[in-house]
């Protein structure tokens, strides 16, 4: 039970904003007002003043590498970075080893979510064994609780699955969301084709790859009236696609990732494997494209695409590392930097964009404040300074280490309960 005081509130879901208490009462928000007076001593009192009080964050793009890969990262750890950078709910992506394609895993993650003190959600697959052949039970999966479908890291091709994958998760109203990039176009992944690759003296990855499979996929949306979730948008022209078809009616979501609103090619030549990821960073054109989508709100989502890997494999030559960066503890702290500070977004369209709309795509209790609502609150210093460089998550590979940035969650409060203090 607390009693948080003297913060500056917003919540992006009813636009409330101002200086207001709460109170807190089991995992529920009890009340919200001003001068609220602690209603006896077991409640504890939090000093909010000069702070921003917000939703916790929700990110619908993450992997914490459990069942098969401890050694990057897993459920624990994971769920600890993630109270770190203020992320109350998670949705784990399924491309673990074994996949989430079967009840048996995904009550695995699931039962271990449990135990890590924030809400930690998980897709199941959409194909067996993300061979992209055949489809999961996907209404088994459903009933076992997966928050929807996805075969993040690998791309589905056979345009027949693709459409019986949405009418079957439109029939279950669960979201089914994409990694959009054909192989077929990509000699080298995780660098962009152009000056990029140039430099590395490799094929690369063109834009091509992704606005091809993006486009289809926004089309089949129109046509079987599936939700779908375009992942970690990277190209200008993806963008503008997600906008024209979201006017034609489609039920459409789009994400973008921290490190493709701040980064261009130029990192990967400057940092090399640590800004290897897929889809590759682009060109400064591709950036400004996704920012203003944020703006529009073409792009509704700021999602991580925390993607944890030691420290040996990011060593490797450029064509052997793999690719991907963490992302839970540096997201707030980059869009706070890179999108409120240079006047791109304001503090409650940010907001918006990391706790209401990725919560709504899954049909999450999350992402607001209000009384009987969830008590799923992080306290922040915009005006803090923040340097990176000591990490919760095992891994470490991220070109945003030593940046200077503005911003820093002071406590993360999950289900009523402190699970973070900073």
Not at 103 to 126: D, F, M, P, Q, W
Not at 206 to 227: S, V
Not at 243 to 259: F, L, M, W, Y
Not at 381 to 394: F, I, L, Q, W
Request: hydrophobic share 40%; aromatic share 4%; with cysteine.
């Amino acid at each position: 039970m607390l009693l948080i005081r003297n913060g500056y509130v917003i919540d992006p879901k009813s636009g409330v904003e101002g200086k207001y208490d709460i109170l807190t009462d089991g995992d529920k928000i009890r009340k919200i007002g001003k001068n609220l007076e602690r209603p006896d001593d077991r409640f504890q009192v939090i000093d909010a003043e000069g702070l921003l009080v917000a939703p916790g964050l929700v990110d619908v793009h993450v992997h914490f590498r459990d069942p098969g890969f401890p050694e990057k990262e897993d459920i624990l750890t994971g769920a600890a970075a993630a109270a770190a950078g203020g992320f109350t709910t998670v949705v784990l992506m399924a491309n673990t080893r074994p996949p989430v394609d079967n009840r048996e895993t995904l009550t695995y993650v699931l039962e271990k979510g449990r135990s890590t003190g924030i809400h930690v959600l998980s897709c199941a697959n959409v194909t067996l064994g993300m061979q992209g052949r055949e489809l999961t039970p996907m209404e088994e999966l459903a009933a076992a609780g997966a928050a929807g479908f996805t075969d993040d890291g690998i791309p589905l091709l056979d345009e027949t699955l693709v459409r019986d994958a949405m009418k079957r998760a439109a029939a279950l109203d669960m979201p089914i969301s994409f990694h959009e990039e054909d192989p077929a176009l990509i000699s080298d992944n995780g660098v962009n084709r152009g000056k990029a690759s140039t430099f590395f003296g490799i094929g690369g990855s063109p834009r091509e790859a992704e606005i091809t499979l993006t486009g289809r996929d926004l089309e089949l949306a129109l046509e079987t009236g599936a939700c779908i979730n375009i992942q970690h948008i990277s190209a200008k022209e993806s963008v503008e696609l997600v906008r024209q078809a979201k006017k034609r009616g489609a039920n459409i979501h789009a994400e973008a990732t921290p490190h493709h609103f701040m980064l261009t090619e130029e990192a990967a030549i400057q940092y090399g494997t640590l800004a290897k990821m897929n889809p590759p960073l682009r060109e400064e054109a591709d950036r400004l494209a996704i920012i203003q989508g944020l703006a529009d709100g073409t792009i509704d989502i700021i999602a991580t695409d925390h993607a944890p890997h030691t420290a040996k494999e990011k060593e490797r030559d450029i064509t052997k590392a793999p690719s991907g960066i963490i992302g839970l503890e540096t997201a707030l702290s980059l869009a706070i930097t890179g999108l409120v500070n240079e006047g791109r977004l304001t503090m409650g369209q940010l907001l918006r964009l990391m706790s209401t709309n990725p919560a709504g795509l899954y049909h999450l209790n999350a992402g607001f404040l209000a009384e009987n609502g969830p008590a799923d609150i992080i306290l922040i210093d915009t005006a803090a300074d923040n340097v990176p460089g000591k990490y919760v998550s095992k891994a470490s590979n991220t070109p945003f280490t030593g940046w200077k940035l503005k911003g820093k969650v002071v406590k993360t409060i999950a289900a009523g309960r402190v699970v973070y203090s900073g």
